[in-house]
Structures are given as structure tokens and as C-alpha cells.
């Protein structure tokens, strides 16, 4: 079940609305606040079972962040840069571990969501993905609003983890059960799919943070725009503060862009660089830097440096003409 991308406006927060959908299997929906419960079960001193309410009144966290799918698992190095910033509303997970109370032996935390269906090949299976334990105290949070309002269906209603400096496919929607384990699942989610070697290494890893990645929005890909002063900006983003975005035109030299900073949430970060388009067809790219000294690559990857084409026009006439 994916739905095509809308581009991503070039706005600081999403709308709802434009936020893509990626939801692996068929069956979810049917979940109630009034009805929904969270177990917290397996290597805990007090197994729990929380309704709406109890979640509602442990304490809230607000904050922004990115909300990127990291592509096609089958397909990992295409980028498709579906990408979009979101403001949620959650409870940090660690409240709700605290409950529990993890026993000495737990080193792991599975969370799962309400959906079952059949992907790659495999049938009946439900959306499973886990951290480390001090990970999970520190990384995730039990979201219940998007926006400013409660999350749609679509979205995990009525309640969805959110991993705000990881790839979206750890941020489980329709959350229902956690599980404090001595071991990593063997999962379609968690060891057969959302895996990867990164530049470097030789063993394969889960999909967790975020790569340092930049979009250009503005002008969109392949308008024609006036030719002389233009400004040319996007959005970058990491799992760590972005410090560089460069910009090249065409066959030119890369030119730093202006940058916001990120602030204290892991949002995603402006870029801007007024620029001079001659008249004609040109290709921009960005490429961002962020703090751990990560570059995007310029192919091969799936945040390799984004390109769009442009046509620079003298009033109004088609240039080249
Ligand atoms: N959680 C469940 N239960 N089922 C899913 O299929 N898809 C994951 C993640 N959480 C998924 C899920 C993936 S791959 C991504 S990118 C994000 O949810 C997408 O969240 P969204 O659809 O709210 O944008």
C-alpha cells in the first residue's frame, strides 16, 4: 500500500495532507482511542496495560522533527527523498519503561503495531521493529498528535511511535504492544528487510539514523523562471545538526548556500543562495554537511546530491529561442 509523493511544498512544517503514506501491510484500521491499549510485556518487573487515558496523563513532550521513509526496503540505494517536517505531540517512551520497570536481563525493546498482512513474500505478518534499550529511553516517543490534531488513520491512530532522528520505518504506527527482550527479533521488519552496509563497513546494519541528505524545492523541478537574479533554496537534514549546504549550477563550482541553524529540535534546516541564471536550461544540485563531518554523495546512493532542471527565460520568451 504506498502512495505516490506529492512534492513536498516548500513550507517549514508539512501539512497533514501533503505528509506521504507508507504502510506495508493491508489490514489496520478499526482502532479506537476508547477501545486501544498498550502491553508493555516480557523482561519487566511490572507487565503493564495502558488505556488512552493513562498514556494522556503521563507527561507530554512537543517537538519537530523529520519524517523521512527511507525508499523501498527491497531497493535500498534509490533515493526517493520523500521527505516532510512534522510537529508532534507524545510521551516519552521511557515514562512508560519506567512503569514497567525493565529486569536486569532485558537489553532490547520490540515495538509492534496493530496491522497484519502479507509483504515480500511472506504472509500474515505484523509490523515489528526494536532498539537497543538505552536507544529506545532516549529515542522514542508514543505520538498522538500531528499538526495539531489527532493522528488520521492513515497516520496510526490513535497512537504511533515517532523516532525523531531515525528513519520513518522505526517510528511503528498503531501501536499496541512492546516487548522487553534479551534478544533482537528475527523479524521480516527488523533482520531480513530495512538492513544495510554503510560505506566502510562490512557487516550489515538496521536502518536507524538518518543520513545527511538536502532537497531542492524552490524554483520546482523543471520550471521556467526569469533569467537573472534567482533564488535558489531547499530544506537539509541529518540525525545530526547540519553545518554546510553548497549549491552547483550546472558545470560550475560548488558555492556555500546561506543556512539556517536547526534549533532544538531535529527539524530540517533552510538553505538559500541568490544566483545569477543566464538565460537558458540549467542544472542545479545541493549538497549538504552535517556535524559528524558527513557528505551526501554524488550518485550511487540513496541520498546521493538532488538535481533539478530549470529554464531561465527572458521576459516571458522561451530562452534559446
Ligand atoms: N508502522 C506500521 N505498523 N506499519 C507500517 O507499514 N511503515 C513504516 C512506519 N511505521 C509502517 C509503520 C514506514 S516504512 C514508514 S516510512 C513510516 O511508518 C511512514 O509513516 P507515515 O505513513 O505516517 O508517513
Request: charged letters at 25%.
Amino acid at each position: 500500500m504506498f502512495r505516490t509523493d506529492p512534492e513536498t511544498p516548500d513550507v517549514f512544517l508539512t501539512p497533514v495532507e501533503e505528509v506521504f503514506i507508507r504502510s506495508h501491510l493491508a489490514r489496520h484500521s478499526g482502532l479506537d482511542a476508547d477501545t486501544w491499549t498498550l502491553t508493555v510485556e516480557g523482561l519487566v518487573e511490572r507487565p503493564l496495560r495502558l488505556d488512552f487515558r493513562a498514556l494522556q496523563g503521563l507527561p507530554q513532550r512537543r517537538f519537530t522533527a523529520v519524517h523521512e521513509c527511507f525508499g523501498n526496503p527491497l531497493r535500498p540505494t534509490v533515493p526517493t527523498r520523500a521527505v516532510t517536517n512534522v510537529d508532534w505531540v507524545g510521551v516519552p517512551l521511557a515514562e512508560v519503561l519506567e512503569l514497567a520497570g525493565p529486569r536486569p536481563e532485558a537489553r532490547h525493546v520490540w515495538l509492534e503495531g496493530a496491522d497484519r498482512g502479507d509483504f515480500a513474500g511472506e504472509s500474515g505478518v505484523s509490523y515489528l521493529k526494536d532498539l537497543p534499550l538505552e536507544e529506545a529511553r532516549t529515542e522514542v516517543f508514543l505520538a498522538h498528535r500531528m499538526n495539531g490534531e489527532a493522528l488520521r488513520p492513515d497516520h496510526g491512530y490513535p497512537v504511533r511511535a515517532v523516532a525523531p532522528r531515525m528513519f520513518g520505518t522505526n517510528s511503528v504506527k498503531w501501536l499496541t504492544r512492546v516487548v522487553l527482550a534479551a534478544e533482537r527479533p528475527e523479524h521480516l521488519f527488523t533482520t531480513r528487510l530495512y538492513t544495510r552496509v554503510l560505506p566502510g563497513e562490512s557487516e550489515a546494519r538496521p536502518v536507524r539514523e538518518k543520513d545527511v541528505s538536502s532537497k531542492l524545492l524552490s524554483p520546482p523541478d523543471g520550471a521556467t523562471v526569469p533569467a537573472g537574479a534567482a533564488e535558489l533554496a531547499g530544506y537539509a537534514w541529518s540525525s545530526t545538526e547540519v553545518t554546510a549546504v553548497e549549491i552547483a549550477v550546472d558545470d560550475g563550482d560548488w558555492q556555500p548556500a546561506e543556512l539556517d541553524g536547526r534549533g532544538p529540535h531535529p527539524s530540517w534546516q533552510r538553505f538559500r543562495l541568490r544566483y545569477d541564471l543566464a538565460p537558458g536550461p540549467h542544472r542545479v544540485r545541493c549538497r549538504a554537511t552535517d556535524s559528524a563531518g558527513r557528505v551526501q554523495p554524488l550518485d550511487g546512493d540513496r541520498n546521493a546530491v538532488h538535481e533539478i532542471r530549470v529554464t531561465a527565460a527572458v521576459s516571458g520568451r522561451p530562452a534559446g529561442r
